[in-house]
């Protein structure tokens, strides 16, 4: 069972813009603000698209933005393309309050159609 | 370019083992710290293991500890992952990839391989 929470789908029509949320707790985001997200399409490998909350790296499009309020952090898509349609995966740190380690830990994904 | 090429997976029976490996180019392998994930069929990410730059640290998730072994050779952009006494559960995608942290902490991962499957079945 993963630490943070998303929704296993999320849908929308070309042009319009969606949102996907990824919800933990304090402990679950290690007390840090390291989320980062993960496009991946079937067969792929997974792609980075945001990291700490709102970076993208060079060249995803600016389409894509991220974003944290308290335990919930939240990627949006605007202007969706047909090639958005893939699974996105949140990530953040492990709790803090029981581990050496602060390791990765990663959203059950989310599946995202284009209609 | 960045790139990160796993070999090695393949069909195991229970109880077997494999080796991993994972060739790096593209950048300065000796200076990033590197994971392993892993992805069971139809399923999300998991963590599986981390080694920093230089080997001092690893980690590994209580799922694959005393089973898994991390390890990298930098002279050759290697890193790998012994994987023993598999389970049905341990069959999976293994992602290399490269992992940024800020201090002791990572932060994400930046570059991820294809991927190699193992298949633990009899």
């Known amino acids: 069972q993963s630490a943070l929470t998303q929704p296993p789908s999320a849908s929308g029509s070309p042009g319009q813009s969606v949102t996907i949320s990824c919800t933990g707790t304090?402990?679950?985001?290690?007390?840090?603000?390291?989320v980062s997200w993960y496009q991946q399409h079937p067969g792929k490998a997974p792609k980075l698209m945001i990291y700490d909350v709102n970076k993208r790296p060079s060249g995803v499009p600016d389409r894509f933005s991220g974003s944290k309020s308290g335990n919930t952090a939240s990627l949006t898509i605007y202007g969706l393309q047909a090639e958005d349609e893939a699974d996105y995966y949140c990530?953040?740190?492990?709790?803090?309050?029981?581990?050496?380690?602060?390791?990765?830990?990663f959203g059950g994904g989310t599946r995202l159609t284009v209609l | 370019e960045v790139q990160l090429v796993e070999s090695g997976g393949g069909l195991v029976k229970p109880g077997g083992s494999l080796r991993l490996s994972c060739a790096a180019s593209g950048f300065t392998f000796s200076s990033f710290h590197m994971n392993w994930v892993r992805q069971a069929p139809g399923k999300g990410l998991e963590w599986v293991s981390s080694?920093?730059?230089?080997?001092?640290?690893?980690y590994y998730a209580d799922s694959v500890k005393g089973r898994f072994s991390i390890s990298r050779d930098n002279t050759k952009n290697s890193l790998y992952l012994q994987i023993n006494s598999l389970t049905a559960e341990d069959t999976a995608v293994y992602y290399c990839?490269?992992?940024?942290?800020?201090?002791?902490?990572?932060?994400?991962?930046?570059?991820w391989g294809l991927g190699t499957l193992v298949t633990v079945s009899s």
């Open positions: 990839a490269r992992e940024r942290w800020i201090g002791a902490v990572p932060t994400h991962v930046d570059f």
């Open positions: 990530s953040s740190n492990a709790d803090s309050n029981n581990l050496l380690f602060n390791n990765l830990v």
């Open positions: 304090s402990s679950d985001f290690g007390g840090y603000n390291y």
């Open positions: 080694i920093t730059s230089d080997s001092t640290y690893i």
